[in-house]
């Protein structure tokens, strides 16, 4: 999927678990501290979103992040390590960690969460191409759920319907929040 999808896709797995967050973390806050924490938590998803094509030579996030990219993303296979559960739990791990490490702070809690929330979509949604993610690596084996192509009319359709799914699930969001 191109960066366009990974973002819209980003943002609608984000926007869908808002009552969740809103539920566990944020029902206590007023309603102008907690629209900042949902803008922090969605710009999260969207850095989330993009974040595993770091192992991706001139992908808009390696690019972006050139010495997170040199460090982790060059020695790696595209669709390999990053797009894994192993890497996966990893990054839950250091979500913890920064969490536990200051507090159970509110903006963190979001930070971590959007992120998280992001980085998932993303894989969610190179599963659904014809080339697959490896899910179980270090084997090799790729998994692909549906044999989309990258970049092709049926991605393009489905960035298109992604976006209106953003757009009707921000009406919504907001008129729930008011």
């Known amino acids: 999927m191109v960066k366009e999808t990974h973002i819209k896709g980003g943002y609608v797995f984000a926007l869908l678990a808002i009552p969740f967050l809103n539920d566990t973390f944020l029902s206590d806050y007023n309603l102008t501290y907690k629209c900042i924490l949902i803008i922090i938590y969605t710009y999260f998803a969207h850095l989330g979103s993009l974040s595993p094509d770091i192992d991706m030579r001139g992908s808009y996030i390696s690019k972006r992040y050139p010495n997170i990219h040199k460090k982790l993303g060059s020695k790696f296979k ?17 979500s913890e960690m920064l969490v536990l490490y200051t507090n159970d702070n509110i903006v963190f809690i979001c930070l971590c969460s959007g992120f998280f929330v992001g980085y998932i979509s993303h894989l969610l949604l190179d599963l659904m191409t014809k080339e697959g993610i490896e899910v179980f690596y270090p084997v090799s084996i790729n998994f692909s759920l549906l044999p989309i192509k990258t970049n092709s009319k049926t991605e393009k359709f489905i960035c298109k319907f992604l976006n209106f799914i953003v757009i009707f699930l921000l009406g919504y969001r907001f008129y729930v929040l008011l």
């Open 78 to 94: 595209h669709r390999g390590f990053t797009h894994s559960i192993l890497f996966v739990s990893f990054i839950a791990f250091l």
